[in-house]
Structure formats: C-alpha cells, structure tokens
C-alpha cells in the first residue's frame, strides 16, 4: 500500500500562485510516476501534469508554461508549482502514485477568485 498526502491548496487571485506538495509513504518503489489530476464542479477528474522516477515532466496543454511539477531529494516527494493561475484552473486537485499499483490522495482545494 502507498500513502498520499498533499497540502498546498487554497484560495488565490487570478494571476496568482500556488504550490502543492504530495508526500508518499508505504511500499515505495525505485521506478514510479507522481503525478497531478484535478476535478472541477460538474466535470470529469482530468491529467495536469505527471513526472516519472527518471525525472521526464508531462504537462495538460492547458497548464503548459504555466505549471512545473518537480521531485524532491526524497524521490518520494512531487511538488507543482502553479503560477499564472485563471479561474478556470479552480478545481480539486489530486496527487496520483503509480508504480506497481497505481493511488490516490484525498485531494486538495484550489480556488482562483477575485
């Protein structure tokens, strides 16, 4: 079994910033990919951005240039840096884990507003 546990979420302005942070913990494998979907109000649970034990970065073309996810040293860590946020990035975002099974964190609110 494999942990999540993300933070970083809240409530920002349009152009704002936000960084969210997933810790994994448990039956951590060397070869893995921690990634990023979020889900908004009346809509399905979408990809935003996944990055594999390798270090290769994916990005949603929506998110592209304006979001970086990264690793920490821990290999077990993943952070995604939102920058340049729009309303429409307003969603509940989730930390998802794969490497032998694949799981999820319980996910984090994230409100662009003015």
């Known amino acids: 079994q494999v942990q999540l546990v993300e933070s970083g979420g809240g409530l920002v302005q349009p152009g704002g910033s936000l960084r969210l942070s997933c810790a994994a913990s448990?039956?951590?494998?060397?070869?893995?990919?921690m990634g990023w979907y979020r889900q908004a109000p009346g809509k399905q649970r979408e990809f935003v951005a996944i990055i594999t034990s390798d270090g290769t970065a994916n990005y949603a073309d929506s998110v592209k240039g304006r979001f970086t996810i990264s690793s920490g040293n821990a290999k077990n860590t993943a952070y995604l840096q939102m920058n340049s946020l729009k309303p429409e990035d307003t969603a509940i975002y989730y930390c998802?884990?794969?490497?032998?099974?694949?799981?999820w964190g319980q996910g984090t609110q994230v409100t662009v507003s003015s």
């Open positions: 998802n884990y794969k490497s032998l099974g694949e799981y």
């Open positions: 448990g039956r951590i494998f060397s070869v893995y990919a």
